[in-house]
């Protein structure tokens, strides 16, 4: 395998196992925030990211930390599209075990197959499949991580990454019949449909893209290699096998994020959701240095600040979505946590 290649011997490495997403997804990340102008050692440091693993792509980020490091780049570099930039230059040779995968396939239809099937071991806690819907295939992805609320910008780049696959053997200009993605449409959405060259909608249940059967069928892979593929698909499942899921906290948060609909969360209800009792759940949450009021305390909080986020949302719809009776009750709690109003917040925002 020549230089360009991933190299042979990461394959042969000691490899830990792959908590959250493979740091081949943040390839080149560094230098493509700094080319947008972005503070790489603050929004490194936000996010939780030790810069130092992105230089190893068998070693693994938590997918929290990636999640928040692409959003954080986009608030800090005032790069509000910045996860559909960075998609758009991001080749599947740049994915690193996932993205042979796909080059590896004999075919772009199987290559798209082994792609999707190959995922769930680069990156947990996500959707993602390749569904026959006749004259198309639909490609959906979605991050299903209880904790991870603001996920705009990673779809927009994972969605970057599929496209480039498909045009790595139909040329640049080709383009999907459509595009979708679940977060509200963004002020600079034309240049979505630039990027993609197709109709883009927004607020969708799942992020997806349709693919004409006819473009993808029968179309061979450049660099397919049977032998390569196999080695490549042994990796990286390999690595996801060895990998953990969400904590009990993050499982906790998840549920009372449900719940919050309902009203108050109640102890019983969320330990029967985690299949424990309500003793065993304030045992494994004390373990943890909590107790059940601090994780659904934290729960509101970050909602609060997801919602805020969403300037198209009244303030006054927030309190119901957090569980609130009152408006009143809701703001009282909010200035509590960061010591100005909602409304005041939101400005400063601006």
Not at 69 to 86: H, I, K, M, P
Not at 97 to 115: D, H, I, M, Q
């Amino acid at each position: 395998m020549s230089q360009s290649l991933f190299s042979t011997a990461a394959l042969h490495a000691p490899m830990a196992g792959n908590v959250g997403v493979l740091s081949a997804a943040a390839s080149g990340l560094d230098r493509f925030i700094t080319g947008q102008g972005g503070d790489l050692d603050r929004i490194f440091g936000r996010a939780g990211i030790d810069p130092e693993r992105l230089l190893h792509p068998t070693l693994s980020l938590a997918l929290t930390n990636y999640c928040q490091v692409l959003e954080e780049a986009a608030r800090q570099s005032g790069c509000d599209n910045f996860g559909l930039r960075y998609g758009q230059q991001f080749q599947p040779r740049d994915l690193g075990l996932l993205g042979y995968v796909g080059l590896f396939s004999s075919t772009l239809e199987e290559a798209l197959k082994n792609f999707a099937a190959a995922f769930p071991y680069h990156q947990h806690s996500t959707l993602i499949r390749l569904v026959d819907c006749g004259e198309c295939y639909r490609f959906d992805y979605q991050v299903r991580h209880g904790a991870i609320l603001d996920r705009r910008q990673d779809a927009e780049l994972t969605m970057g990454m599929a496209l480039n696959l498909v045009r790595h053997v139909l040329g640049h200009d080709w383009t999907p019949r459509a595009v979708a993605f679940e977060h509200e449409r963004p002020e600079g959405w034309r240049e979505h449909g630039e990027a993609f060259g197709a109709p883009v909608q927004f607020g969708r249940p799942c992020n997806f893209m349709l693919l004409p059967k006819g473009d993808v069928q029968g179309r061979a892979m450049p660099e397919g290699d049977p032998n390569l593929l196999f080695l490549f698909q042994d990796v990286i499942r390999r690595l996801g096998e060895q990998g953990v899921g969400p904590s009990l906290v993050e499982e906790a948060g998840t549920q009372i994020r449900l719940a919050l609909a309902e009203g108050e969360p109640c102890l019983e209800r969320i330990a029967e959701r985690l299949e424990l009792t309500p003793a065993g759940l304030q045992r494994r949450l004390r373990e943890e240095n909590l107790c059940f009021s601090q994780v659904v305390e934290r729960t509101r909080r970050e909602l609060a600040l997801h919602y805020l986020r969403q300037r198209q949302r009244p303030i006054s719809e927030l309190a119901p979505l957090l569980g609130y009776s009152e408006t009143s009750a809701f703001s009282r709690a909010f200035r509590r946590w960061f010591g100005v109003s909602p409304r005041q917040w939101r400005g400063d925002e601006r």
